[in-house]
């Protein structure tokens, strides 16, 4: 099954899309298109770049680095994959290189810096920051000069190489402007550097902390006891010169002793006070050489375990790169597992985050349904009091009778008179008075109240809810059910 996915190839203000089939893309076919859609452009003279899910631009080169960049693109929503083209930059000047055995026996071999040359030994706590030395009248400065750190004479250089970029031979640091130089053996030296013979301030101080690291690396790396004496005064000298930066020195005295043999207990004490100063690298002094000698011993066993508790407490990844014929690959690979280590701790704390949300979140929800609770609770007390307060048996009404007004007497012509015989026999008899009855609903007793009670509960079944309304209209019709039927469907 193919896995598309959306190409964008950018290359300053020209943007190209295309869709690819990531399973099967390959770097040349890429080089390829970026060819045919760029042809004005040298796919030889470019860097090919992508923003990986840390924010980061990394280069891509290999095939293996190709499928990395579709594997990240794949998580992003929607997947697409952008190309950034650069040009590639210019390469530096390089200097003649200097054949094995022609030019200054000091440099002989030393093609690399001092940090370097012995791996973690050297300068791994220690790394060249860039340091401008400007001077201000060249031509108060002699043209050449004699130093004791090199056997050839040093031409003042106001452009050292083309550029006027340099590291300086003397502290170990870059410079960028002029400087005494030994162009037969590409050594050079700061305009200060040639200055500086004592320790007097804490600039010298530092260049004679480096000028001293030097030196004994070089006497170590003969491995001779001639040579391993010499360098133990000077790692000496060199711990001694600032009381803030002995870590290195007191382990390459713990080196010197154990490649010495003589004094193995002074060789754990000094790397015990190296472990004291600061140093914390256990991989390091397992894989030292140097310190074969004293593994079997207990005290050496003893400091090692305390440093691996200490080790597996930080959280901070230390990743020491060697590299070999590949190195290349070795630190792609090496990048890549520092990334996915990143990646990991960033998707365990998002998770962190999620959970805690989610607490939350069912807290509030928590909260929100006892609210409900209370106020549905409340709710049904008031509708409870209220349908207490109407089934309650109300008293009822007894309506006196409305006296109605007999009509006055229209009168008639006098009749003709009439005979004593005749009007006693159509003289009116008087008809009794009968006393008004009381309405069966208006009577007070308990017979009637039930009664009364029982039509309400008619009223009710059939359909009225309204129990004023009710009892209104049982009044209004005296008690007759059907009368208060036909009232309350005619409002």
Not at 167 to 173: E, I, T
Not at 451 to 480: H, Y
């Amino acid at each position: 099954m193919a896995h598309k996915i959306t190409v964008k190839l950018s290359y300053h203000d020209d943007l190209r899309r295309l869709s690819v089939d990531s399973a099967s893309f390959t770097f040349a076919q890429l080089k390829e298109t970026i060819k045919r859609l760029f042809s004005s452009l040298d796919t030889e003279k470019i860097v090919i770049k992508y923003e990986d899910d840390e924010q980061d631009l990394v280069t891509i080169s290999s095939d293996e680095e190709l499928n990395e960049a579709f594997n990240v693109s794949h998580r992003k929503q929607p997947p697409f994959l952008r190309l950034h083209l650069k040009d590639a930059p210019k390469p530096e000047e390089k200097s003649a290189p200097v054949q094995e055995g022609e030019g200054c026996p000091a440099r002989r071999g030393q093609g690399r810096p001092w940090w370097s040359r012995r791996g973690g030994n050297a300068g791994r706590r220690f790394h060249p920051h860039v340091l401008r030395h400007e001077v201000q009248n060249l031509s108060e400065l002699p043209r050449s000069r004699k130093d004791d750190r090199h056997e050839h004479e040093l031409t003042l250089n106001e452009n050292p190489y083309g550029h006027g970029h340099f590291v300086c031979d003397g502290c170990q640091l870059a410079g960028q402007g002029a400087s005494y130089q030994c162009a037969q053996c590409s050594f050079d030296l700061h305009v200060d550097c040639t200055k500086a013979k004592d320790a007097s301030n804490p600039w010298q101080r530092r260049q004679q902390w480096f000028r001293l690291h030097q030196e004994a690396m070089k006497l170590m790396e003969t491995k001779t006891r001639e040579g391993l004496e010499k360098a133990r005064e000077l790692l000496k000298e060199q711990a001694s010169t600032s009381p803030f930066h002995r870590v290195t020195p007191l382990y390459n005295l713990a080196c010197v002793e154990a490649l010495l043999g003589d004094n193995l207990e002074k060789a754990i004490e000094y790397l015990q006070e190296a472990v004291a100063a600061g140093w914390s690298d256990v991989d390091h002094i397992k894989n030292d050489t140097d310190l074969d000698r004293i593994r079997s011993l207990d005290a050496y066993n003893a400091l090692l375990a305390s440093l691996e508790a200490d080790s597996s407490s930080d959280e901070e990844i230390h990743i020491d790169v060697h590299l070999g014929p590949n190195g290349e690959a070795q630190f792609a690979e090496l990048r890549r597992d520092q990334q996915q280590a990143r990646r990991a701790e960033k998707l365990a704390r998002r998770e962190e985050k999620i959970a805690k949300r989610e607490e939350m979140r069912k807290e509030k929800e928590e909260k929100r349904q006892e609210r409900l609770q209370e106020k549905a609770a409340k709710r049904q007390e008031k509708e409870e009091a209220k349908t207490s307060a109407v089934l309650a048996p109300e008293p009822v009404p007894i309506v006196a009778p409305t006296p109605v007004a007999e009509p006055a007497p229209v009168p008639q012509p006098a009749p003709a008179p009439l005979a004593v015989s005749e009007v006693a026999a159509v003289a009116p008899q008087p008809s009794p008075v009968l006393a008004p009855q009381p309405s069966p609903v208006l009577s007070g007793s308990s017979s009637s109240i039930d009664e009364f009670q029982s039509k309400l509960k008619t009223l009710e079944e059939m359909g009225f809810p309204d129990r004023r309304r009710n009892i209104t209209a049982l009044v209004l019709a005296r008690g007759d059910l059907v009368v208060a039927v036909q009232s309350l469907l005619s409002q």
